[in-house]
């Protein structure tokens, strides 16, 4: 009697741990969820630059650096790259909180955002840099950076680089949000 009341506590907790495991996977969003939005358009900011593709390219990649993105996954020949921006525990915590703001943490990869930068030619001289922004868990506040944002500190580094100097390790103060 008392292995069956046993095996019945194991088989609970159990389950119990399967059901939280799923219900936290559930609620987590993925790079794939990035993706997803961009091809429907929900949460799609686009912003038309006056430069050439390679000059996006760079600046994107510059401030995703810049930033400390984790996970980041470039994909060049389908013109975007994502990654996650504004996580704890980054190598460069202090420049990827004066760049996006006070990090605030609410527990294991509930914080910083999925950013996706899409880059696409119009002319030889002008590109469209489309960006979604997603919170890495869903029903929490965004902590990480969000669209416009992104596209701010875009500009910003692609007004730097047309001044012809090259661009630093470190972002520039008078680029570097500061928001606290």
Request: proline share 4%.
């Amino acid at each position: 009697m008392k292995s069956l009341q046993t095996l019945r506590h194991v088989v609970f907790f159990v389950c119990l741990t399967i059901g939280i495991s799923i219900f936290i996977g559930g609620c987590a969003t993925k790079q794939k969820d990035v993706l997803a939005d961009y091809s429907t358009g929900k949460g799609v900011v686009s912003k038309v630059y006056h430069v050439n593709q390679t000059d996006g390219w760079i600046a994107a990649t510059t401030l995703m650096r810049w930033s400390a993105a984790e996970e980041l996954q470039e994909n060049r020949s389908a013109g975007y790259m994502t990654g996650i921006v504004g996580r704890e525990g980054q190598k460069s915590r202090s420049v990827t909180a004066a760049l996006w703001g006070p990090i605030t943490a609410f527990g294991m990869n509930s914080y910083g955002s999925y950013v996706g930068i899409w880059i696409e030619p119009i002319s030889a001289s002008e590109i469209k840099i489309s960006v979604v922004s997603r919170n890495t868990v869903v029903d929490q506040p965004q902590t990480g950076p969000k669209a416009d944002e992104v596209h701010a500190q875009l500009g910003k580094i692609l007004d730097l680089m047309a001044t012809g100097k090259p661009l630093p390790d470190a972002p520039p103060a008078d680029i570097v949000s500061q928001k606290n």
